[in-house]
């Protein structure tokens, strides 16, 4: 796994042990940032931050701040070690659960531009509060949702947003949403 593009392109980063969490594939990240073109200076929220490799490709190309939220321990070793390795400026991290941490995040006064949430793929009721937490939470309001998941993953509150495109990678899918 490593940055695909940007100042730290190459750069090679940790997985944590254990498989509760599922890094997302480089060719997914590498079709997901030819989607969403140029981030620079760009404000990110990457939830279920896991290894961070998202996170960093938003740093890497130039995002202006990112939080990282995650709060398993052995994922917090691999996003810490890749944040002190890449050692790029401009990001938080939250040691905390995604409610604590999304109505933190919402007090702290920043608009998103964008907020990637990639959830454990079994863990569909964090699919669906996570969601229906980000359509009432107001610094989300004029973000782009970015929502990675499996196929069969069936998501209840995709309705709350609008779907404005949907991208199938064999087993992964990805939603891009808006709040309505």
Same mark, same amino acid.
Do not use: H, W
């Given at each position: ?27 997914? +990240? ?12 760009? !404000? ?39 944040? *002190? +390795?890449? @050692? ?7 040691? +905390? ?26 863990? !569909? @009721?964090?699919?669906? @509060?996570?969601? *229906? ?30 779907? !404005? ?16």
């Amino acid at each position: 796994m490593r940055i695909i593009t940007g100042k730290k392109k190459g750069l090679k980063l940790i997985s944590p042990k254990g498989d509760y969490t599922r890094p997302t594939e480089s060719r997914i +990240k590498e079709s997901l940032f030819n989607i969403l073109g140029n981030v620079t200076d760009s !404000i990110v929220c990457d939830l279920f931050a896991g290894s961070g490799a998202i996170g960093l490709e938003f740093l890497s190309r130039g995002a202006k701040l990112v939080y990282f939220v995650e709060n398993d321990i052995n994922a917090l070793t691999a996003l810490k070690s890749n944040l *002190k +390795k890449a @050692n790029l400026p401009n990001y938080k991290v939250i040691e +905390k659960d995604y409610v604590i941490a999304l109505n933190e995040i919402d007090r702290n006064g920043n608009f998103f531009d964008f907020i990637y949430v990639d959830p454990p793929y079994d863990s !569909i @009721n964090i699919y669906d @509060n996570s969601l *229906k937490l980000i359509s009432e939470l107001e610094v989300f309001r004029e973000s782009l949702i970015i929502v990675e998941s499996d196929v069969n993953t069936e998501i209840k509150n995709l309705q709350l947003f609008n779907i !404005i495109d949907k991208r199938k990678y064999r087993s992964t899918i990805l939603y891009f949403l808006r709040r309505q």
